[in-house]
């Protein structure tokens, strides 16, 4: 079996890593295409060096600009490097524009794909993700539900063929790195108690009353909690508060990108969470870390089920009271997105059904 990997962000190199290691370590034939959708050092190489991962074999270099023209260029470098490899199956994660172009390109070609988190749903079509993620779900041969209620959002679509529950890779790769970020060193020593925060969202900073209304309601925790707030800030972010002139309120500490171990050991020592980011609602929940979720949805309803995370929206008043209401919460959840166990049963899954 040859396998293809295609990825191109943060969150999908993070969540691939632990199955490309399952790969090596079962000698499967393997290789990465990286669209270069994200190649900021913050956001690319550094997880490649930190997480110690092979050199992509194809780099196609799309960079930004618009879904159209991003996920075109992407298309047009995928398909050439599988035409040339001819690979047995193509590997797409999550729900990003390289995720799309890898399973169109893939499945066009009559290679199978399989789609890593499978069958997750915000059930809002205004965010570019829950049209990716659809999409790849309805083009994929193997659907790797990470559980059972992502498997029922399949089955309401009629996919039922060719879907296993297996829990999400995110869970294999906090096992496997929380506990070996405590030395790293980070770029500020943090105060003994603070939150967290991330914020990237088109539909969230793309929008300056939005952002403005987000970052607002953040000002508000750290003045009325007291809790100072560490913010490794998304280069969109970044550029849009620049665009609109909208700064960090006071309290809230803007920071560059963080490596995983770093951010890793920011979210272990936080009082609470606030994101609208989808890998940091899992992986708080895994930390058992508070969440307070800065949208309106979550395609991670199980982390809200049993306690680890709440949708505030983004009313600054709603985030203050939400985020009181987590902090004083009993971290005893369970962790219902997997035992960390996910990429050896992807990896078993597909062996067994691609050869
Ligand atoms: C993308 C995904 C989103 C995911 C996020 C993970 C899509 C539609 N969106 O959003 O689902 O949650 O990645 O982080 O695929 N930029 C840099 N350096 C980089 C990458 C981006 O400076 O390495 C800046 C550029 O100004 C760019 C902007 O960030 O225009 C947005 O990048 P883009 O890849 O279009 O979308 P993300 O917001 O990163
Ligand atoms: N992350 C990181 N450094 C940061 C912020 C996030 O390493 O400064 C990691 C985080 O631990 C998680 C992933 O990036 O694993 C989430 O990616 P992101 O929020 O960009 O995308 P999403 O998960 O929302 O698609």
Request: aromatic share 6%.
């Given at each position: 079996m040859?396998?293809?990997?295609?990825?191109?962000?943060?969150?999908?190199?993070?969540k691939l890593a632990p199955l490309i290691r399952e790969l090596e370590r079962n000698n499967i034939e393997f290789f990465i295409l990286h669209t270069g959708q994200h190649y900021s050092y913050s956001m690319d190489r550094i997880f490649f060096e930190q997480l110690e991962l092979p050199d992509p074999r194809y780099k196609l270099d799309v960079g930004s600009g618009t879904h159209a023209v991003q996920t075109a260029?992407?298309?047009l470098g995928v398909e050439r490097a599988l035409v040339k490899e001819t690979p047995d199956v193509v590997v797409v994660q999550g729900d990003t524009n390289s995720t799309l172009a890898g399973a169109l390109a893939a499945v066009?070609?009559?290679i199978p794909v399989a789609h890593v988190e499978a069958g997750l749903r915000s059930f809002d079509v205004r965010m570019p993700e829950e049209i990716n993620r659809?999409?790849?779900?309805?083009?994929?041969?193997?659907?790797?539900?990470?559980?059972?209620?992502?498997?029922?959002?399949?089955e309401r679509?009629?996919?039922?063929?060719?879907?296993?529950?297996?829990?999400?890779?995110?869970?294999d790769a906090v096992q496997r790195y929380a506990p070996l970020v405590d030395g790293a060193e980070l770029p500020v020593d943090p105060p003994s108690e603070y939150a967290l925060l991330t914020l990237h969202r088109q539909e969230n900073v793309d929008n300056p009353q939005r952002l403005a209304n987000a970052l607002k309601g953040v000002g508000m925790v750290a003045e009325k909690l007291g809790l100072p707030v560490l913010f490794p800030a998304h280069p969109?972010?970044?550029?849009?508060?620049a665009e609109h002139g909208i700064r960090a309120p006071e309290g809230v500490m803007l920071l560059?990108?963080?490596?995983?171990?770093?951010f890793l050991k920011l979210l272990k020592g936080a009082e609470v969470?606030?994101?609208?980011?989808?890998?940091v609602q899992e992986e708080a929940c895994t930390l058992r870390v508070p969440c307070v979720t800065l949208r309106h949805s979550t395609e991670r309803p199980e982390t809200v089920y049993v306690g680890a995370n709440t949708v505030a929206g983004l009313v600054p008043e709603h985030v203050l009271e939400k985020t009181l209401e987590m902090v004083n919460k009993p971290r005893s959840w369970p962790n219902p997105l997997g035992d960390g166990k996910a990429a050896e049963k992807i990896v078993k899954i597909l062996q067994e059904d691609v050869g």
């Open positions: 040859k396998v293809a990997v295609v990825l191109g962000t943060r969150p999908e190199i993070i260029k992407m298309l066009k070609l009559q659809t999409l790849v779900d309805h083009v994929s041969t193997l659907l790797f539900a990470p559980t059972q209620l992502s498997k029922r959002n399949l679509e009629g996919i039922t063929e060719g879907v296993y529950v297996t829990g999400n890779t995110i869970v969109r972010t970044r550029v849009r508060m560059e990108p963080l490596g995983y171990f770093q969470v606030l994101t609208d980011s989808g890998g």
